[in-house]
Nanobody
C-alpha cells in the first residue's frame, strides 16, 4: 500500500509560480512511475505531467514549457514546478503512482492517488 500526500498549493496571481510536492510512503518508490493530474470544477481529471523511475518525462501540451516535473527517490518525493501560471491552471492537483514501466499518461493505469491540493490562479 502506497500513501501519497500533496502540498504546496495555494492562491497566486497570473504569471506567478508555485511548487507542488508529493511525498510517498510505503511501497518501493524508486521503481514507480509518478504523475500529476488536475481537475477543475465540472471537468474530467486530466493528465499534466509524468515521470518514469529513470527520470524520463512528458507533459500535456497545455503546460509544456511552463511546468517541470522532477523526483527525488531518496526523499520519496515528486515535484511539480509551475511557472507562468494562468487562470486556466486553476484546479485541484493530484499526484499518483503507477507500477507500469515508463512514463504513464493514462489515469486508469495509476494505482494510488493522493488527496489533492488546490491551486487557484487569479487574473
Amino acid at each position: 500500500q502506497v500513501q501519497l500526500v500533496e502540498s504546496g498549493g495555494g492562491l497566486v496571481q497570473a504569471g506567478g509560480s508555485l511548487r507542488l510536492s508529493c511525498a510517498a510512503s510505503g511501497g518501493t518508490f524508486a521503481i514507480y512511475s509518478m504523475g500529476w493530474f488536475r481537475q477543475a470544477p465540472g471537468k474530467v481529471r486530466e493528465f499534466v505531467a509524468g515521470i518514469s523511475w529513470s527520470g524520463s518525462n512528458t507533459y500535456a501540451d497545455s503546460v509544456k514549457g511552463r511546468f517541470t516535473i522532477s523526483r527525488d527517490n531518496a526523499k520519496k518525493t515528486v515535484y511539480l514546478q509551475m511557472n507562468s501560471l494562468k487562470p486556466e491552471d486553476t484546479a485541484v492537483y493530484y499526484c499518483a503512482t503507477s507500477r507500469t514501466i515508463g512514463v504513464v499518461t493514462i489515469k486508469e493505469q495509476y494505482d494510488y492517488w493522493g488527496q489533492g491540493t488546490q491551486v487557484t490562479v487569479s487574473s
